[in-house]
């Protein structure tokens, strides 16, 4: 299984990014896409990796922390076994490396999003938002 993200870059302050994650590989141990949730974590320098949101394969739940509830928007194209994180008014402390994820078990419902959830990880696309 293999996630590739792109979309980061540099944006100002208030400004907006769209990621994607891409995901192939599937089907995988008898596993397809639509059998996994996808997230997405972030890390910025000096702090710890944390989950940012989710969204289910199920039934399509979705899961924000407050830091993005309200900014961030996540979905997915399961027809093209794509997952978007569209981030609007961004923040400087939003500057992070962003990582896609994948995992079978459902999202969480609330904080934290835990590593321990994770079976794969994508790479990471840099984003960083200039004040």
């Known amino acids: 299984v293999q996630l590739v993200e792109s979309g980061g870059g540099l944006v100002q302050a208030g400004g907006s990014l769209r990621l994607s994650c891409a995901a192939s590989?599937?089907?995988?141990?008898?596993?397809?896409?639509?059998?996994?949730?996808i997230g997405w974590f972030r890390q910025a320098p000096g702090r710890e990796r944390e989950g940012v949101s989710c969204i289910g394969s199920s039934d399509g739940s979705t899961y924000y922390a407050k830091a993005v509830k309200g900014r961030f928007t996540i979905s997915s194209d399961y027809a093209k076994n794509t997952v978007y994180l569209q981030m609007n008014t961004l923040k400087p402390e939003d500057t992070a490396v962003y990582y896609c994820?994948?995992?079978?078990?459902?999202?969480?419902?609330?904080?934290?999003?835990?590593?321990?959830?994770?079976?794969?990880w994508g790479q990471g696309t840099q984003v960083t938002v200039s004040s």
């Open positions: 994820v994948a995992h079978r078990f459902s999202c969480p419902v609330v904080e934290p999003y835990g590593l321990g959830l994770v079976d794969y």
């Open positions: 590989g599937f089907p995988f141990a008898g596993f397809t896409f639509d059998d996994y949730s």
